[in-house]
Every structure is written in C-alpha cells, then in structure tokens.
C-alpha cells in the first residue's frame, strides 16, 4: 500500500457535511484568532518577567496588569483553539489522526503541560495582585514561560508531521517487521518555522500595549507618562519583533522544499508585503502609539490573517505530494446541521455585543465609579439566548415525537 | 487503520474514561453553578445585602481558576484522547456532528466572554447589567450541556439516523431527554456542592449559614429530581444495553451502578446533614470528601454508559475497535467486517510488516501482534502485566492446547453479545491465533 492509498483510504467514511472549502476558510481564520491570543500570552508573559527585572515604577505597573492578560488571555486562546482543531480534524483527518497516534505520548503530555502553565499564569497574576506597588515576583511567570515553550514545541512537532507522510511508516515499523505501539515518536523540528509562529508575540503584544494606552488615555486615574511609556514599550517592541519575524520568515521559506515554488505563492507575496507594510507603519508609528493604535491592529490582524492562508497553502502543497486533496472529499450535504451552526454563528456575534459594551464601559470609569449600560443591550443578548433554547428543544420535541423516541 | 497506541496495564481506553471522568467535575459545576450565582445576586439586590456579594466575587473566582482551566483543558484533553486511542471513532463523530460542536463553540467564547466581564465588573458596572450578565453566562454554559448531551446520547443510542444518517435525527434519539435531564439536575447537585464549600469559607457567620443551606436545598432538588430523571434513563436505555445489564452479560455493569447508587446516597445524605441540617458540619474538609465521593459515583456512571454500549464504540454503527459494523445507505457507508472477512484485513493496514510469511513462525507471530493489537488492543490489555481485561488471563482461562484452539474461540467471538465479530480472512485468523498462543505460553 503506499501512502496515496493510505491518506485517501482513511478518509472518514462518512464524508463531509459541508463543502470543504467552508471548512477550510472557518479552519484558517479561527487558526489566526486563535494563534493572535496564543502570541498575546506568550508575548506578556515574557514581557511581564522583562518588565519586573528592570525594577523601575512603571515597568512593575505593567507586568502586574499583563499578570491579567496572560490568564484571561490563555482561557480566551484555548476555547479558540478548540475551532481549528475541531475543523482540522474534518479536512485532514489521515494527517491529524496519524501524527497525533504515531505521538500519542506527546499529545497527551502537552495537555498537562498547559495546564501547569495555566496554573503558574494564575500563580503569577494572583501571586503580585496584592503585592506592594514596588515589589513583584516572577517565579510564576519564569515557570509560565519555560512551559509554554515546551507546548509551543509539541505542537510545532506534532504540525510537522502532519507534514511528512511519507516517513511515517519508517518510524514505527521496523526493518525486522516489528510494529512500535508506544505513541512515542518526535519528529519534524524546524526552527525556522518555530521562530516565525514565535516571534510575532512580541509584535501583537506590542500592539496590544499601543491599544492599551490609547484605550486608557481619558481616564483621568491614569498616569499620562505611565500610558505614554506603555504605547511607546509597544511601538517599539512590535517595530523589532515584526522585522525579526519577516527574517525569520525567509528562513523558513530556504526550509520549504524547492519544488513547491513557494515564494511564487500569491498568498505568501500577499504576506510578505503586509510583513512589510505593518512593520513600516508601526515604526512610523513610534512616537505616536496612541493616535495610531488601531490602524496597526487592523494591519497586524490582517498581516496574521494572510500568512496563516499562507500556512494553508503550503500544508495543500505538502499533502498534494501524498496524492491528498482535500476538494476531492466526498461531501454527504448535512443543510439542517449547517443551518444551526452559521445562524447560532450570527447570533453569537449579536449576544457577544453586550459582554463587549459592558467591558468597555467598565474598563472607561475611574475606579470606584460604576458604568450604566443601556439595559436593553443585556436584556435582547439574554432573550437571544432564550429564543435559540426554545427553537432548538421545539425541533427536538418535534423530531423525537416524528421519530417515535420521546416516551 | 490508523497507527495503534498502546497504554501498558490499563489500555488506551481508560486514559479517555479518566480524563472524562476528570472532566465532568468542572463541567458540570460550569454548566449549573450560576444558576445558584445569578439567585444569590437577584436576592443580594432585592433585599439590599451587599454582604451576599462575596460569596459571588469568591464563587465566580474558584469556577474561573477550576472549570475555566482544568474543565476547558480537560474538555480538550477528552479529544486528544479520543483521537490517540479511538481517531476512527472520534473522527466518526465529528464528521457527522461537527456542526453541532461547532455551535457548541459559539456558546463557549460567549461562556468565556461573559464570566470573565461578570467577574472583573463587579461592583463597575450597574447591578442590573452585572446580573444579567450573570443569566447570559448561566445560559449559554446549559446550552452548551444541551448540545453535547446530544452526542454522548448518540453515540449510546444513534436512533433514526442508522436509516436516515440525519444529525437530528441521531441527535434527539431515545436517551436524549432522559440523559439531558439528569444531567441538568446533575449539575444543580455539583453546583450545590462546590457552592457550600465556598460559603463555608465566608467571613460572615449569619451569610455563611444562609447560603450552606441555600447550597444544600438546591443540591438536595437537584438530587431528588436526578432520582427520577435517572429512572427514566435507565428504562429508555435500548434493548441490547439492558440485557448486558439485567442479564448478567457483563456483571460489571451492575458493580458500577450500585457504586454510583452509594455514592448519589453519602452526597445527599450529606447535603441534609451537613448543609441542612448542621450547615457548621459543611467545609472545605467535608466538602473535599464529598466531591472525592462524587468523582468516584460520576466515574462509575459513565463507566456504566460507556460499557453498556458495548461491542460498540458508536451504537450499531462502529465497534469499539473502529470498524465500521453495518452499512448506512444514507451516508453511502458500508460495513467492513464483510470486506475483511474476504479481502483480510492486514492487507488493508498500513503499519504492518511488509513480508508476512504464512510458512514463516516469526513473520506469522508477528502479523499476528498486529492483527490483535487493532481488534483486540482497544479494550483489552495485551501486555504480560497488564490489569484491564488481561488478554493474556482471559485466554489461559481457556486454557488451550493449540493456535488452532484459539482460531475456533476467534469463530466464535460475535457470539459473545458484548464482542465484535473477529474481523479478517484465513491468514488475520491464523496469523492471529499464532500470536495470541504465544502469549499464553509465554505466562
């Protein structure tokens, strides 16, 4: 059997619900959604640890607030990430399913490596919210960090192998014809790659610290030259880490193999030039982080968007050379099921307004001052709610009465 | 076949049983503790008692640190180990419910989004939109049960949907309302528990008695109700699980209900005792204990749920060792017990040696291995020392002479109501019978 076999053959038989480009585009943008929190948590953990080393007012004013960003940041990073590997599983099911066995050690390891790093995150931010203005410690966050590089390394490792089909089977099975169960195989470690998933941190925690500041510049309880600090901290760092990830970019690319014409992929030259552009902006950027704050979200935000479709094209172009395509997957159209989904989809948008509404009203009124929101706004996101509730247990009722299984 | 894992002792299919077991602590305490949180805030206002406000603040906290990172890493846990130890299994059900997940999500990020604003907001933003926000999260989190409940129901009960292959159809099968029920009246149980330990921990002595009893009432409703949703349950369970269970097919099944029964009995008794009762007896040390007590009934009756399912993986339509056991004519699906009865079945594999010999003991030993390890490894330990449904035991109970002794035992795996059939052609059988000898002999 060769590999061509292989993959198309464990193909779930099943089929797909939907047409799989859907999948793929949900797949791609929830992946940036997702890897833009990854970096914030790693970006203000390390930032966090940097800024308490220098032992100055303002730099321990800030690793204590970027002690909340990296727990409520982790949170909002893994129930993103549950998306894309929930859709990554539906298109490439014979590559996910195949890595993640061939290092089922590893992916299991990973779980309780986060969840230490998740834990000294709150270890950290519980551990200096009550301490003194001049003091704070980083044994909780130097822990936080240390760990979530190593899940930073699985998860790169278990990625690549997806990637390498066509050495799987020489990993466990043996020349004598013995077959390794142990789920212990590591493989596929590239650098270059790593670094450009890695380096970015710096520049959306950088952009994150310019909104920070814009975001806190009229309340009255913030110290200007402590906001002004902030935004220009962020200008700068996102300036250096975007130009480090554009080189580390290029040495990822030496890294692809020739055939695939990579840098000729309209999707890494779209990348490439808004690498470009967004480091361009945010160091003209500098000196004034505030006004300037949300145009370099925009950019990054799109700069990531655009390479994780870059991303995506070279994973079709790794799995093309195993004879793989996912716009062949036989599709068994499921329209009920998509229906619930991209309407629940539409009014998760509307509810999430009123969480979004609250934060920011909450977060503009100085401490001790209490922010009144339009009561409507919570009432129509609860009735929302309530209104999906009745629809979804009518259609059950409905279907289990048609079905003969509700008695 | 995708490459096989194999957990030394306890089998692959454990690690899943714990994790899942692990996970509906904080799930369940996710799902149901704010509908407790949103009543203490309600009556906080109405009457004017600011004083109520941190039991809330120090409540939300705990399900923040416990549901919001082992709950959610756990949730995700489930899944990695679903796709290391079952991926066909996982992939079955994703490639048929993953809209449902995917809506499950949606109220996820709405879950997240409005506990962490619940919880940073209070006391900042206007007690009317703070408590709704409390409802927002209280909902969404009870939707998120409703959804995945579907799909724990069907993959004990697939309903219609073997005819039809529709989503609602499998979703909203026999067990659906039965299991969401108890459930639901689960989460009021776990929510009341965790709600008494933390209220036990109030600096105020009249509020700290107050809510251990308000905690204790509703986790005494919430188990009373379970009672009967329970019941329920159990009676629309399908035929085939309930003769496992009545019938003594698999005694353990009756084992595991009796522990979960115990432990529903030492929870309520200690909800009426210690919260109702002596609400001074309700503490971080007896409330310890308690969920101690709650994670072994929980364990038990998922256990309960997962083997009266048995041969399959996903009821009627996938054995617990992933192959496809009928044809879905909805989905063009066909079973494969069939195609590798005739074609074999490690002509079909992937990660197999390349030369198998028939003539040749070593190669044949070892094709064996492989054979087993896929039909058998799912649910039995295969290794010398291994404590879960010990191949090697199991088999020297037979106490064969011969591989040819256990071909015959092979034949009649199917017969056995809780076995899948063996699945492969002269070759798999021999090749497998070979190995399995070896094994014994090697005792």
């Not at chain 2, 602590?25 to 805030?41: K, N």
Request: charged content about 15%.
């Amino acid at each position: 059997m060769d590999i061509a076999t292989y993959v198309n053959s464990m193909r779930d038989p099943a089929g797909l619900p939907f047409y799989p480009i859907v999948f793929q585009f949900l797949l791609v943008l929830t992946f940036a959604l997702h890897i833009i929190m990854v970096n914030l948590v790693v970006g203000s953990t390390f930032l966090a640890i940097w800024e308490i080393w220098k032992r100055d007012s303002f730099g321990l004013r800030l690793s204590k607030a970027l002690g909340r960003v990296i727990t409520v940041g982790m949170s909002i990073a893994i129930v993103l990430g549950v998306a894309p590997l929930l859709f990554v599983q539906v298109i490439y099911d014979p590559f996910w399913y195949t890595a993640t066995t061939l290092s089922a050690f590893w992916a299991l390891l990973f779980l309780v490596v986060i969840t230490l790093a998740f834990y000294a995150g709150y270890g950290f931010y519980l551990g200096n919210r009550r301490a003194e203005v001049d003091t704070a410690k980083t044994g909780w966050a130097l822990v936080a960090a240390g760990l979530l590089l190593f899940t930073a390394l699985f998860i790169h490792m278990l990625s690549m192998e997806q990637l390498m089909p066509q050495h799987w089977k020489e990993w466990i099975v043996s020349a004598n014809g013995a077959v390794s169960y142990s789920g212990g195989e590591f493989h596929g470690v590239e650098f270059g790659r790593l670094l450009h998933i890695l380096i970015p941190s710096f520049a959306v925690t950088g952009v994150f610290l310019m909104l920070y500041a814009a975001y806190f510049k009229d309340r009255g309880d913030y110290d200007p030259e402590y906001l002004e600090y902030v935004g220009q901290k962020g200008a700068w760092m996102a300036f250096w880490a975007s130009a480090l990830a554009i080189g580390a970019g290029f040495w990822w690319l030496g890294l692809i193999p020739q055939e695939f014409h990579f840098a000729r992929n309209p999707f890494f030259l779209a990348g490439a030039i808004l690498g470009v552009a967004t480091t361009a902006y945010i160091g003209a950027s500098v000196y004034r982080p505030q006004e300037r704050a949300i145009p370099s979200a925009l950019l990054m935000f799109l700069t990531v968007f655009v390479m994780c479709c870059a991303r995506e094209a070279l994973r079709m172009k790794h799995m093309s050379q195993a004879g793989y395509s996912i716009y062949n997957y036989p599709v068994n159209a499921d329209w009920p099921s998509t229906i619930l989904f991209f309407a629940t989809f539409i009014m998760g948008l509307f509810v999430l307004y009123f969480p979004a509404v609250a934060a920011f009203e909450a977060g503009k009124v100085r401490s001790g001052q209490i922010a009144t929101l339009d009561p409507s706004i919570g009432r129509k996101a609860v009735s929302a709610m309530i209104a999906w509730f009745v629809i979804v247990a009518g259609l059950g009722i409905i279907v289990s009465l048609k079905n003969g299984v509700l008695f | 076949m995708y490459p096989f894992w194999e957990v030394p002792f306890f089998t692959s299919g454990m690690v899943i049983a714990l994790i899942a077991t692990f996970h509906i602590l904080p799930c369940h305490l996710a799902t149901g503790a704010f509908w407790f949180t949103v009543f203490v805030e309600r009556k906080a206002y109405k009457e004017n008692r600011p004083e109520l406000l941190e039991f809330i603040k120090k409540y939300t906290l705990l399900i923040l640190i416990f549901c919001f990172v082992i709950g959610s890493l756990s949730g995700v846990g489930i899944w990695y180990a679903a796709t290391v130890a079952s991926p066909r299994g996982i992939s079955g059900l994703i490639h048929n419910y993953v809209w449902g997940w995917a809506t499950e999500w949606v109220f996820f990020i709405i879950e997240i989004a409005s506990i962490y604003v619940y919880y940073y907001t209070l006391g900042k933003i206007d007690p009317k939109s703070h408590l709704m926000m409390g409802w927002l999260y209280a909902w969404a989190a009870w939707i998120s049960m409703i959804i995945i409940t579907g799909i724990l129901a069907f993959m004990l009960s697939s309903g219609k949907w073997v005819e039809t292959g529709g989503f609602f159809d499998g979703f909203f099968n026999q067990t659906y309302w039965p299991q969401l029920l108890t459930r639901t009246a689960l989460m009021f149980c776990i929510a009341g528990v965790y709600a008494a330990i933390v209220a036990s921990t109030l600096r105020n002595k009249a509020v700290r008695k107050e809510l251990v009893r308000a905690a204790g009432l509703w986790g005494v409703l919430g188990m009373l109700a379970g009672l009967a949703f329970t019941a329920w349950y159990l009676h629309r369970l399908p035929a085939h699980a309930k003769e496992l269970w009545l019938d003594q097919s698999l005694p353990y099944l009756g084992h595991l209900l009796n522990v979960a029964g115990i432990s529903y009995a030492i929870v309520l008794l200690w909800f009426v005792v210690c919260c109702l009762i002596r609400p001074k007896l309700a503490g971080p040390v007896s409330g310890i204990i308690i969920l101690i007590v709650l994670f072994l009934g929980i364990g038990a009756g998922e256990g309960f749920r997962e083997g009266a399912r048995r041969p399959y993986i996903i009821d009627q339509y996938m054995y617990g060792n992933q192959i496809v056991a009928r044809d879905i004519p909805a989905k063009h699906i066909k079973a494969e017990v069939p195609k590798f009865n005739k074609e074999g079945f490690l002509s079909h594999l992937f990660f197999r040696p390349d030369k198998i010999n028939p003539d040749n003991k070593n190669q044949l030993i070892r094709a064996g291995s492989v054979v087993v390890h896929y039909q058998c490894g799912n649910c039995h330990a295969l290794d010398r020392f291994g404590k879960m449904r010990p191949l090697k035991r199991l088999l020297a109970n037979l106490e064969p002479e011969s591989p040819e002794d256990i071909e015959g035992f092979l034949d009649s795996l199917g017969d056995y109501p809780y076995m899948p059939p063996f699945a492969g052609n002269e070759l798999d059988r021999k090749a497998a019978s070979e190995y399995l000898f070896s094994v014994v002999v090697r005792r």
